[in-house]
């Protein structure tokens, strides 16, 4: 059997602009003509294939952007959004209703945590947070009013690996969905191939890979993106978290050197986490055999593309972690900086940033200790010259 190739299958589209340009023309307009009425009542209705109506419905741009995106995923069908965490949120949304629950892994983004800890309250629905490595407190936590099981391929930022194909099962098995947040495992992982049911991206990151803008995508089959695009009762149609065309642009011809950075990201990540390992210190990374799921993460991925740029190391304080950060940007190491999947290395203290809406007993439970470094791993051309510039940092910090 032929190997599926996500980079392939985005190459292989044939998506050219309206004049012949090898890019896809970027579609500047809000609303659409008709030649004949009846057609715009027929559009409205969803009973007309191929016509757009209204940008907050579907915009050409935006649809080349879906179209690569649920050929990389291998999915029927995608939808593009203005942030990674309205994809999040409009896929959870058209899903629940009031009164139900939803099985969470306790580690995911900050600010999913907080959408789903906080402001699902609103509707009365009830989340249970449990360690998602743990296959049967998730089975054990499904009630009769679980919609949906939640998880991020690999979690940010204890970079635990879901074990996607076990989660599958148990979702199946009760009629529950699996949704996968994979954000930070493009192209590495498949999680629609593993059993999701929905799989979610904050484009920000790795897929667009230039901070430069804020975006996400849900990629699902056609049924669920024509729900949320109902004029009726779509959470996508009826919120509007719409990803401006020219962005959507941008993205898109970024998407085609996704393969080629992630291959680099992970290379550069093996390397620097082993070098830090060689010094004594608890570096989590999948690629490391003693990750707890590097035999899982091994069987999930995609051999192409390797473990990921992401790595998490504890300093034991804040104070330390600061100190070292501080020192990083200043070596021209890179920056402190939030966020993840850039050119450059980006390091950031989870505990005090991206996971400060996880109050700290939680953070305790999930292990995330004060002194947690993140590191997104950047596409160094010679690594061994960064890991100099970071070994004299960890040594004048005393971090080692
Ligand atoms: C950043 C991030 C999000 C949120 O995405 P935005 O584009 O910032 O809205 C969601 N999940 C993960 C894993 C992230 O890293």
């Given amino acids: 059997m032929k190997k599926y190739d996500p980079a392939s299958n985005i190459q292989d589209l044939l998506q050219f602009g309206e004049f012949g340009d090898v890019n896809p023309s970027i579609t500047d307009s809000a609303t659409y003509t008709f030649m004949e009425a009846k057609t715009m009542v027929d559009t409205f209705h969803g009973e007309q294939e191929g016509c757009f109506l209204y940008s907050r419905h579907w915009n050409p741009s935006n649809k080349y952007l879906a179209d690569a995106l649920a050929a990389m995923e291998g999915t029927e069908s995608a939808w593009v959004t203005a942030s990674g965490m309205s994809a999040i949120t409009t896929a959870i949304l058209q899903l629940c209703n009031t009164g139900d629950h939803i099985v969470s892994s306790i580690t995911t983004y900050g600010g999913t945590f907080a959408f789903l800890a906080n402001y699902l309250k609103k509707f009365n629905i009830e989340v249970s947070f449990v360690d998602i490595t743990n296959t049967e407190k998730v089975e054990q936590s499904i009630r009769q009013n679980t919609k949906l099981i939640y998880t991020e391929s690999v979690t940010n930022p204890m970079l635990q690996v879901s074990d996607l194909p076990a989660l599958s099962d148990i979702a199946r098995k009760h009629g529950v969905k699996l949704l996968v947040d994979n954000t930070f495992t493009p192209m590495i992982i498949r999680p629609a191939a593993l059993g999701a049911d929905i799989v979610l991206y904050s484009l920000t990151k790795f897929v667009n890979g230039k901070n430069d803008c804020v975006a996400g995508a849900i990629c699902a089959d056609k049924s669920f993106v024509e729900a949320i695009s109902d004029v009726n009762s779509g959470s996508a149609m009826l919120l509007g978290p719409i990803l401006d065309p020219l962005r959507s642009s941008s993205i898109h011809k970024n998407l085609?050197?996704?393969?080629?950075?992630?291959?680099?990201?992970?290379?550069?990540?093996?390397?620097?986490?082993?070098?830090?390992?060689?010094?004594?210190?608890?570096?989590?990374?999948?690629?490391?055999?003693?990750?707890?799921?590097?035999?899982?993460?091994?069987?999930l991925m995609h051999p192409d593309f390797g473990f990921g740029g992401m790595i998490a190391i504890d300093f034991g304080t804040s104070q330390k972690a600061a100190e070292l950060m501080e020192k990083m940007q200043e070596e021209g190491v890179g920056y402190l900086a939030v966020s993840l999947g850039y050119f450059k290395t980006l390091f950031s203290n989870s505990g005090k940033s991206t996971s400060s809406e996880v109050p700290g007993e939680v953070q305790k439970e999930m292990g995330l200790s004060e002194g947690l470094i993140r590191f997104s791993v950047g596409l160094d051309h010679d690594i061994e010259r960064s890991w100099q510039k970071i070994f004299h940092c960890l040594k004048i910090t005393g971090a080692i």
């Fill in 256 to 299: 085609h050197t996704l393969h080629i950075r992630m291959q680099q990201h992970s290379k550069n990540g093996m390397y620097l986490a082993e070098r830090f390992r060689e010094t004594g210190l608890r570096v989590i990374y999948p690629g490391l055999p003693e990750h707890p799921q590097h035999k899982l993460m091994k069987k």
